[in-house]
């Protein structure tokens, strides 16, 4: 049983450019939702996915803005990357039957 | 105030040694709990669900006190493998997104 796999693992970008990352969820799981951790923090939720639509959003501003598909995939898009955007981003999937979330290894984002 | 808080550590204990981490929370209608551990630049796992009534799994205890809205982790025993962050999570109530402490850092010597 495949977990939540995200890609790519390790991202180096510039300042002023855009990224898209991307999560596959664990098999059986409808909702995606995407993690900022910054070095020494806990993980800062950004936005939830569930049936294609945001849920609900965390307070991120709109440069970062995501993407669910059919089959619960789901995507991270960051524009106008600025140097506090360099983060692990994590992607964790969930079903309303089974509590508990499984997240992804996560994205290592470095902006420069 | 931050909606879930942790001591950030780190603690420095030798194997061997019983710890205990506690959490705040502020929001009182928060609904479930959880204890994740991540290790150094990877992501965070599951250790257990915190109950009312209080868990234990092997050496690990949870416990929620409501009242006083914090929840604990106890690890007895220690390894060198427990050496980890731990994360506090909450749920708020009537959602389904849980909140994560900045987290614990302990380091188990020998």
């Known amino acids: 049983d495949a977990g939540v796999t995200q890609s790519p693992t390790h991202l180096i970008k510039t300042r002023g450019q855009q990224v898209t990352l991307r999560c596959s969820p664990k098999s059986g799981h409808d909702t995606v939702s995407w993690y900022q951790q910054a070095l020494g923090q806990g993980p800062q939720f950004i936005f939830q996915?569930?049936?294609?639509?945001?849920?609900q959003r965390g307070n991120f501003p709109d440069r970062f803005s995501g993407h669910q598909f059919p089959n619960y995939s789901s995507e991270l898009n960051v524009n106008a990357l600025l140097l506090g955007d360099s983060a692990l981003y994590l992607c964790?999937?969930?079903?309303?039957?089974?509590?508990?979330?499984?997240f992804g290894s996560g994205t290592r984002l470095t902006v420069v | 105030r931050k909606e879930v808080e942790q001591d950030p550590g780190p603690f420095n204990v030798p194997e061997g040694a019983t710890v205990a981490f506690n959490c705040t929370y502020s929001?009182?209608?928060?609904?479930?709990f959880f204890w994740y551990r991540q290790d150094c630049r990877k992501e965070p796992k599951l250790l257990m669900s915190v109950y009312s009534s209080g868990n234990e799994d092997g050496r690990f205890t949870a416990q929620l006190n409501r009242a006083s809205q914090y929840i604990s982790l106890l690890i007895r025993d220690s390894k060198l493998s427990d050496s980890a962050t731990y994360l506090c999570v909450v749920n708020p109530g009537g959602s389904y997104i849980p909140t994560f402490g900045r987290g614990t850092s302990l380091i188990v010597h020998p």
């Open positions: 996915y569930y049936e294609e639509e945001e849920r």
């Open positions: 929001n009182s209608a928060s609904q479930s």
């Open positions: 964790a999937s969930w079903t309303a039957t089974n509590y508990g979330y499984t």
